[in-house]
């Protein structure tokens, strides 16, 4: 399973290189995050952002949209993404226009090529959360370190999936993080975020955390939720309704501030 790697320096003497952290990008509603790093190889995560979004045909590039980017981060204020949000109105080729403006600096500018699908493989906003099973303390009797690598192992394992978007239930945050194999470096600060959530709203909606892999990790087979989620990369968290849709989505980085008002319009 390919990774959402933060964003690591890269060779190149131009003043703004701009680095997609979103594995794929579909038709409708998108969470579109990049990195940013400056001609000295260091990742940027101060500034004001923005980005054009352009439709390609051909020769010829239409403007189609245009937004504001936010840094957030986990586990540092160095580690994280240029987090904007888009609607794409069509698939296939697109690029995207970035500018980076500083105090007392001129605006420095980078580009994206970008490639849209007709839609997402994992689900989508709108679209039913797959009802699968993931393995509860229940089912490996106590053992909590054979469902979790977290350190300790958290205490996001009492629900399976299908437990907790029984009809009637709470709403649910979901996350997929491999704390302890996670190539990205990024999965455990995303799962102390949904603990930290869990602080909180814990008495208003259900919260559980499913390994990427398998017992024993370290053999990196994919667990079956995982697969049939259609995970792209790791870490993810999706926040699903009461009605078992799927109303938000988050890859990579994803800090309780920015999970929590997706939360709180579901409760």
């Not at 933060?6 to 003497?13: D, H, N, S, T, V």
């Not at 697109?94 to 605006?107: F, H, I, K, M, Q």
């Not at 990427?212 to 370290?218: R, S, V």
């Not at 259609?230 to 009605?243: G, H, M, N, Q, Y």
Request: with cysteine.
């Amino acid at each position: 399973m390919a990774p959402n790697p933060l964003i690591k320096p890269r060779a190149g003497a131009a003043d703004l290189t701009a680095v997609q952290a979103t594995s794929e990008l579909a038709v409708g509603r998108n969470r579109f995050a990049i990195g940013l790093i400056d001609k000295d190889n260091r990742a940027i995560s101060s500034g004001t952002v923005r980005i054009e979004y352009f439709k390609v045909d051909g020769t010829v590039a239409e403007k189609r949209a245009e937004g504001d980017a936010v840094f957030r981060s986990v586990g540092g204020q160095d580690r994280g993404v240029w987090v904007g949000s888009v609607d794409f109105d069509s698939a296939g080729p697109w690029g995207a226009a970035v500018t980076l403006s500083e105090p007392a600096e001129s605006p420095k500018a980078a580009r994206l090529t970008l490639s849209v699908r007709d839609r997402f493989s994992a689900p989508g906003y709108g679209e039913p959360a797959v009802r699968t099973a993931s393995l509860t303390v229940a089912d490996v009797a106590g053992d909590l370190a054979r469902v979790c690598t977290h350190a300790p192992p958290c205490a996001l394992h009492e629900l399976s999936i299908d437990q907790a978007l029984e009809a009637g239930g709470k709403p649910l945050v979901l996350t997929f993080a491999t704390p302890a194999f996670c190539t990205s470096a990024t999965c455990g600060p995303q799962l102390d975020a949904a603990l930290q959530l869990r602080q909180a709203y814990g008495g208003q909606a259900d919260f559980v955390h499913v390994e990427i892999y398998q017992y024993p990790f370290d053999k990196q087979q994919p667990v079956q939720a995982a697969v049939d989620w259609k995970l792209p990369s790791e870490p993810w968290t999706f926040i699903v309704d009461r009605a078992g849709m799927v109303r938000d989505r988050f890859e990579g980085v994803a800090p309780a501030a920015e999970l929590e008002p997706s939360l709180t319009a579901v409760l």
